[in-house]
């Protein structure tokens, strides 16, 4: 059964080394597709293709590459970044006639800092060149110890045909072991190109990548948050109902203007998602790293790199102002790997794994690049033990999803899952089944939605019992410590106030336990003195002889021993304080109040008149009764009527 695998292809090389001439050789397209571009012979704006190859398992597989041909000229090198983002092979072009130049060089930097793994290096104009077998040694030895060092290189020329098909054969040779690009349920299209046709609407163009996109599907354009659905989608100007990743893509999106400096829109550098893809933000933490090599005609890659230095940042199709700071030293030299801040001048959608190039603020340098470690960074504490620790763990495990999971619970204490995870290039599913595995290996703990650093909850765990037993020692007489004390006690261990409540579930485990508004250990006993304890029976038993007309405060506290009696019924839960003068007992307050609300759900609506009499009680019992019935939501009062809330 034959399939298709879909590539992308970027071409890379000095201006005038045939780049253009070449893919027309390979694919019969001509990329310049502008007028100035053709009238002089120099490519300004990125330029597309499609090539078709055999793949060498046969069986009639075959290899569907989109090719993306960059401008080779200084001035264009935004551009350039611009089109070779997402890559599965660069085509490296040099001329036989004039050898490695200075856009060949800075080429090679952004392709290394852009991780491109494979390569095939086109020696174009063969048939200018003077001694073939020295230039082909000449560019071997100027790609010795860069990631092109193993790739082959190709004696070609676009005038006479010699060496394509066998240029071809090594593109096949470098992409039959590609994997396909991931399908992780996470749509990425960096928009490179946005344009308007008449009777359809916006256009857009761009290499779909993190998942698939299908005809009806809602996106949302990023930064700007602007929603949209896409009509229609073609591959290679041919319709279909689905796109998947790796493949050249053009969206027809309705929704959207193009872009321009007066309205908002799609253009160049933005970014469309699935709806509830993460908002943009405006601070990243990466690694950087700069080449040792350095960049002819470019004194900006000879000279170190000082924190705090404004930079242009390439990141998918798009460049964003920003400024660098490093987290562990002043300056950054050629050779050096550093952990660093980027504070966007704007928010950027951004996931963790991300590659990205450094330019200088003046756009003539391309100083370093960097992979995103933390896609939604704070800038508190960047230099802290727990934040050092977590971006080296991350800097050296990125390819492993526990890891990435376990440095960020470790720093955070306190993760929700679906937020994090969400700006990870990994599936929901293998985000689960990842979680799955570490709580079963007790690595991590959970709580509610949240995933916990277990030392650090079993440290709050222990302060809460620490306050209650500290509680119970200093107040052998009352029932247990407030809830709203221990809020206060622990909110400061707590990165989210909403897991208090899963907190007083966990205490079970150790036998502390709520008891309505107050907490106490299980095996705690309030003592009260003989005399007041005695006080205490007296008054329940005083209580309970009229449930509903209760004997007022200064009949039940005639001495200090009956007012510590009653403080202490009122605090243990067994007694309710109406107001001031009138307390009762917490059973009959129970039962009152479920009376009251039976009334009014039975009639509508009464007249504290109607209730008292129902209840069988007086004014003095059924006004604050029904105040703190107010107070709670229960009921709601309108002039003279209670309704239910």
Known sequence: MSSKQHFILGTAGHIDHGKSSLVRALTGTDPDRLPEEQRRGVTIELGFAHLTLPNPAGQGNVMELGIVDVPGHADFVNNMVAGVGGMDVALFVVAADDGWMPQSEEHLHILTYLGVERAVVALTKSDLAEDLEFSLEFVKDGLSGTILEQAPVIPVSSTTGDGIDVLREALSTQLATAPSAPNFGK????????????????????????????????????????????????????????????????????????????????????LLTAIGAPPPH???????????????????????????????????????????????????????????????????????????????????????????????????????????????????GLGDLSLLLASVIERDRLVDIAEEASRFKYSEQEVDTTVEEMLAAERIGKISSYLCDLSWWESVLDRACNLVGAYHKKHTDLPGLSLEDLRLGIIHLLPDPAIFDALLESLKDRQVSQHGTYIANDSFTPTLEAEVRQAADHIQEALKSQPMNPPGRAELCVCGNSRRALSFLVRSGLAVELSEKVVILADVHKKASEQVLAFLDQHGRATASDLRQHLETSRRVIMPLLERMDAEGKTRRDGDYRTLA
């Open 187 to 270: 749509p990425l299209l960096p928009v490179d190109r946005a344009f308007s046709v008449k009777g359809i609407g916006t256009v857009v163009t761009g290499t779909l990548s993190g998942g698939a996109l299908a005809v009806g599907d809602q996106l949302t354009l990023q930064p700007s948050g602007l929603s949209t659905h896409v009509r229609a989608i073609q591959n290679h100007s041919a319709a279909v109902e689905r796109a998947e990743p790796g493949m050249r893509t053009a969206l027809n999106v309705p929704d959207l203007h193009v872009g321009t400096r007066e309205r908002q829109g799609v253009r160049r550098g933005t």
């Open 282 to 396: 405006d601070t990243i933490n990466i690694q950087v790293k700069r080449m040792e090599r350095t960049i002819p005609g470019q004194l900006g890659t000879k000279r170190d790199l000082p924190s705090g230095r404004r930079v242009r940042v390439h990141h998918g199709s798009g460049v964003i102002g920003a400024r660098l700071f490093l987290i562990e030293q002043k300056s950054l030299s050629p050779g050096e790997v550093a952990l660093a801040q980027l504070r966007l001048d704007d928010p950027h959608a951004m996931m963790v794994g991300d590659r990205l190039v450094l330019r200088d603020w003046s756009g003539e340098a391309t100083l370093g690049g960097g992979v995103i470690l933390d896609a939604a960074a704070s800038r508190k504490k960047i230099g802290s033990e727990e934040q050092l620790r977590f971006l080296r763990t991350r800097a050296d």
